[in-house]
């Protein structure tokens, strides 16, 4: 119940952060830069908020591999979110340096999304094989680690000698996965806007809610089975966009429209059909 409540206190906030972006950009610049960018802001939060249901599919998957308790889970979690922000800003500053001075990257970036919305099509309902996960092999045979999880702790010492816990494994799975779907999100984001300043805000509280959405999908992830493919799906629409952008300007209210008919057709599908065996 409390990170229902928790998780609407988020979209809340980003909400009102939508409504404050608005009149003050309609006091300074008027109503119709506010109506575009306000707009921009939010078609960018809905697209991070979809993409970020699949980054916490793969931290439920971690999570389960690891047999981490409820209890441990929110720490990890709490450094995640943090990691991920500061990740992001500082992808969301290159790119947008990138961006100002190549104007051949949002090509780049179009090709990156086609290639991995295409890609996600073909993975989705396959389980993920974390015991050949490449970091965590190379950080297993790197590190002294505990045998098992010593509570909330990522260090214990021992005899005088200091020890990686299984729980340090999980935090540095956790960022790394956000680091490879923040190369996917960030570049969609541009797509929309080339506001960095709305790039930033609009990741960032889609991400604030990161934690409570885990806790209260972590029960629910395999009710939503077809939600990857309609994430795939606004994946390649966004490259296909990007790709497109001197043939066709797509409108951002059309693509705002498209991205939630997506979602809410995928859950929608999701929970009236059974997944394949």
């Known amino acids: 119940?409390?990170?229902?409540?928790?998780?609407?206190?988020?979209?809340?906030?980003?909400?009102?952060?939508?409504?404050?972006?608005?009149?003050?950009?309609?006091?300074?610049?008027?109503?119709e830069v506010a109506r575009d960018r306000t707009v921009e802001y939010f078609t960018g939060y809905v697209i991070e908020k979809g993409l970020a249901v699949e980054n916490v599919f793969v931290w439920i998957t971690i999570f389960r591999y690891f047999q981490v308790p409820a209890e441990f889970q929110k720490r990890v979690l709490l450094w995640g979110v943090v990691g991920a922000i500061v990740m992001r800003a500082v992808l969301i500053y290159l790119g947008a340096l990138l961006i100002a001075r190549f104007s051949w990257v949002f090509y780049v970036f179009g090709a990156l999304l086609l290639f991995t919305g295409i890609k996600m099509f073909f993975v989705q309902g396959k389980p993920a094989d974390l015991a050949q996960n490449p970091a965590l092999r190379w950080m297993r045979a790197r590190l002294r680690m505990t045998p098992s999880l010593e509570g909330e702790r990522f260090f214990v010492r021992r005899d005088g000698v200091r020890y990686a816990t299984p729980l340090l494994l999980v935090l540095a799975l956790v960022e790394l996965t956000d680091l490879i779907f923040a190369l996917d999100s960030i570049p969609a984001i541009f797509a929309v806007t080339h506001d960095p300043f709305i790039v930033f805000t609009a990741n960032t509280f889609a991400i604030l809610g990161l934690r409570a959405m885990y806790f209260l999908l972590a029960d629910m992830a395999d009710r939503f089975h077809l939600l990857g493919y309609g994430l795939a799906l606004i994946v390649t629409l966004v490259g296909a966009k990007m790709l497109l952008m001197d043939v066709y300007k797509v409108p951002i209210p059309a693509l705002l429209g498209a991205v939630g008919v997506i979602l809410v057709g995928s859950v929608v599908a999701s929970l009236y059909t059974r997944p394949r065996a």
């Open 1 to 31: 119940m409390m990170m229902r409540l928790e998780s609407v206190v988020w979209v809340a906030v980003a909400g009102a952060f939508g409504a404050w972006l608005y009149f003050h950009l309609a006091s300074r610049f008027g109503a």
